[in-house]
Nanobody, 119 residues
Framework: QVHLVESGGGLVQTGGSLRLSCATS????????MGWYRQAPGKQRELVAS???????NYADSVKGRFTISRDNAKNTVYLQMNSLKPEDTAVYYC?????????????WGQGTQVTVSS
């Protein structure tokens, strides 16, 4: 069974930084795309950033220039470096990975980690 464990969330002041980590473990044959989503109270879950197995990245317009997604394939881990944080970044952040095992692709989600930015 594939497990995703997130860490790095917390409380930070406006302008501060946090680094989220998401480690994937289990019987993994190949990890394809990895990404981060977030959901604020009363709002829909939205894509924050994604990265392909080849290292190509995409970002939501609201975080471009402030957030950086990266991955360490040897450790099966994806990171989200968040700089210049704003109160509107407050949300639960979820890691998402696409895993392919024996030609079958499956989507897995992390448990979520709370990020709170105080004004």
């Amino acid at each position: 069974q594939v497990h995703l464990v997130e860490s790095g969330g917390g409380l930070v002041q406006t302008g501060g930084s946090l680094r989220l980590s998401c480690a994937t473990s289990g019987g993994i044959f190949s990890i394809n795309a990895m990404g981060w989503y977030r959901q604020a109270p009363g709002k829909q879950r939205e894509l924050v950033a994604s990265i392909t197995s080849g290292g190509s990245t995409n970002y939501a317009d609201s975080v471009k220039g402030r957030f950086t997604i990266s991955r360490d394939n040897a450790k099966n881990t994806v990171y989200l470096q968040m700089n210049s944080l704003k109160p509107e970044d407050t949300a639960v952040y979820y890691c998402r990975v696409v895993v392919t095992t024996m030609a079958v692709a499956r989507i897995y989600w992390g448990q979520g980690t709370q990020v709170t930015v105080s004004s």
